[in-house]
């Protein structure tokens, strides 16, 4: 409970300030911090504590599993249900993607402690981002009918500062040891990731009435918050995967809808009303859903 309560109020004290006189830019300005300083922190003083193991290539690859399970489910409902092809790929890229750094960090350490960050780096870098930086840019082209182009995938993946920070951990991880300082340095500036992100989060979030969009809504949620993680706990245990790892990459598996995403769909013009709910309204039912996955695994 306390876990829930410091996220809810995270949220909600950006919510509030959203809505007083706050400085202008103030969200950009928390977003650059978070991106910029305090998740490459995370993911340097995170990784190179890990020891190599095959079986670290099942939370990247349960995050695949997601996406395109969202695509298959939302094509097929789609062409059921006779939505646009901008709508598809609104729900491809919502449905798809979950936000496992900017909430799922957060809700990771706040659930589980910092023992857990380590397998949601992964998950999150090898799994939703690299699915957002190279699928999200496939579906993004195959549904407006634009040309695909890899320089610029491959740049925007090579170039992310999260991701540079983990090809840098896996080289320095190799070392015999490292000097105290970097963890102070590593553990001080990535603490900061949990109430910024949250708190900008909140900044930014708008709940709109759901309107005519209910039957969307409910497939892309239905999806993204109940069956995505249903799959994934399967995959794991198929695997026999620890109870830990598959805790933590399930819960990863549960997360709200990525704002980028939702971002994405808006700016190409696919159904930008509901990708502004699914990311909306999917954060604050996660909230509550998230918790109850943890349960439903300890149980």
């Not at 090898?126 to 082209?141: H, P, R």
Request: charge should be positive; proline fraction near 5%; aromatic fraction near 10%.
């Amino acid at each position: 409970m306390e876990a829930l309560a410091i996220i809810v109020f995270c949220v909600a004290a950006g919510m509030l300030t959203a809505r007083v006189n706050h400085p202008e830019g103030l969200a950009q300005s928390l977003n650059w911090w978070v991106v910029y300083v305090a998740l490459p922190a995370l993911v340097l003083g995170q990784i190179v504590t890990l020891e190599p193991s095959w079986s670290l290539l099942l939370p990247g690859i349960s995050m695949w599993l997601v996406f395109f399970g969202a695509w298959g489910l939302m094509a097929l409902v789609g062409s059921w249900l006779g939505w646009s092809r901008g709508l598809v790929g609104c729900m491809v890229l919502t449905a798809g993607l979950g936000n496992t750094a900017f909430v799922g960090y957060p809700l990771i350490e706040a659930l589980m402690g910092k023992e857990g960050l380590g397998i949601a780096v992964i998950t999150d870098q090898f799994g939703s981002f690299l699915m957002l930086s190279v699928m999200g840019a496939v579906v993004t082209a195959v549904y407006s009918g634009q040309q695909l182009r890899w320089a610029g995938v491959a740049k925007r993946l090579l170039t992310f500062p999260a991701f540079i920070a983990l090809l840098a951990a896996i080289v320095l991880g190799r070392l015999p040891s490292l000097p105290a300082v970097f963890f102070a340095l590593t553990d001080t500036l990535g603490a900061t990731m949990v109430p910024l992100a949250l708190f900008s989060v909140g900044l930014q979030l708008k709940i709109r009435s759901a309107g005519g969009d209910t039957q969307p809504l409910l497939f892309g949620l239905g999806w993204k918050l109940l069956l995505a993680p249903l799959v994934v706990w399967a995959l794991l245990l198929w695997f026999g995967i620890d109870a830990k790892t598959t805790q933590v990459v399930v819960l990863q598996g549960a997360m709200a809808p990525m704002v980028t995403g939702g971002i994405m769909a808006q700016q190409h013009g696919f159904a930008p009303a509901v990708a502004s709910r699914m990311v909306g309204l999917g954060l604050l039912v996660s909230l509550f859903t998230v918790p109850l996955w943890q349960q439903v695994l300890l149980w």
